[in-house]
């Protein structure tokens, strides 16, 4: 079981940058792969980032590719979202998810076993 505690949301300008984090409890953190999905009001939950089980590797949704960063520190059991240059259409709640245990990454929350609670990121205009 792993239980993951979303922070770092808020109201933040267009332009401005924000750091998102994401604390997993347990003691198989490092054997989990580590995403990012969102959820605007009346829409789909999407993908955002993933990042393989070392950290080697990631992968961005188009939309935010150059702008957001993935990484995460597994001696501390900590994914964290960099947020460049957000834009009002990055307005959502921010989601971390675990999964699948010694798995891959994936774009598609299918794959994902674990989820936060999430966190809301308001972009003004």
């Known amino acids: 079981q792993v239980q993951l505690v979303e922070s770092g949301g808020g109201l933040v300008q267009a332009g401005a940058s924000l750091r998102l984090s994401c604390a997993a409890s347990g003691r198989t953190f490092a054997s989990y792969p580590m995403a990012w999905f969102r959820q605007a009001p009346g829409k789909e939950r999407e993908f955002v980032a993933t990042i393989s089980r070392n950290g080697a590797g990631t992968q961005y949704a188009d939309s935010v590719k150059g702008r957001f960063s993935i990484w995460r520190d597994n001696a501390v059991n900590t994914v964290s979202l960099r947020m460049n240059t957000v834009k009002p259409e990055d307005t959502a709640v921010y989601y971390c998810?675990?999964?699948?245990?010694?798995?891959?990454?994936?774009?598609?929350?299918?794959?994902?076993?674990?989820w936060g609670q999430g966190t809301q990121v308001t972009v003004s205009s």
């Open positions: 998810a675990a999964g699948p245990q010694f798995g891959g990454t994936s774009p598609h929350r299918e794959a994902y076993q674990y």
